[in-house]
C-alpha cells in the first residue's frame, strides 16, 4: 500500500513543493517537484538537479502533509502533459522486439534507468543487467544493448530486457 505526501520550502529564494509516492516501507517510488512554477517528475528526462528520487528510507515525515493518492495522481498527470504527443510518436515509431543503445543513469526501486538515445528513458530488471555487465561494472555511464519490451505509459518509460 502507498502512502502521498506534500512538501513545500523556500530554498535559495525559490519556492519548491515535492508530492512523493511512498511504499509501505516508507521508499520513494516517485516524485514531482514544484520550483518557481515550473513541474517536473522523476521519471522523465529533463535536466533538473533533483531528477533521481530521494535515497533511502523516509524516516521522519514530520515536516511532511499527507495527501491522497488523487491528488498525487492528478500532479503527476500534469507533470507528464507536455511530454504526451512525443510519448505518442514514440508508441507509433519505437516497436517491441527492436533494439535500444542505452548507458545507465541511476538505480531505482523499479528496477535500472537507462539513456535511450531518444528523449524517454529506458526501465530494466537489476539483475538482468547485473547478468549482462557483470556487478563489477553496474554503474553510471556503462552502455547495454537492449530489447524494447513495451511501455510503461504511467512513468512514460520504455521498458526493456
Known sequence: MMSYYKYSEIYLAKFEIAFYELDIDMICIRAVYIVDNEIFNTSLHVDKPNFTLPEGRFEHTDALVQIDELEFQEIWKESTLPYAPDWSLLKTNLKEGGTVE?????????????????????????????NRLGEDKMCPGNKLSLIVQGFDDVNMWIKVE
Open 102 to 130: 542505452g548507458s545507465i543513469v541511476c538505480f531505482y526501486p523499479q528496477g535500472v534507468i537507462l539513456t535511450s538515445g531518444l528523449r524517454f528513458f529506458c526501465i530494466a530488471d537489476y539483475d538482468l543487467c547485473k
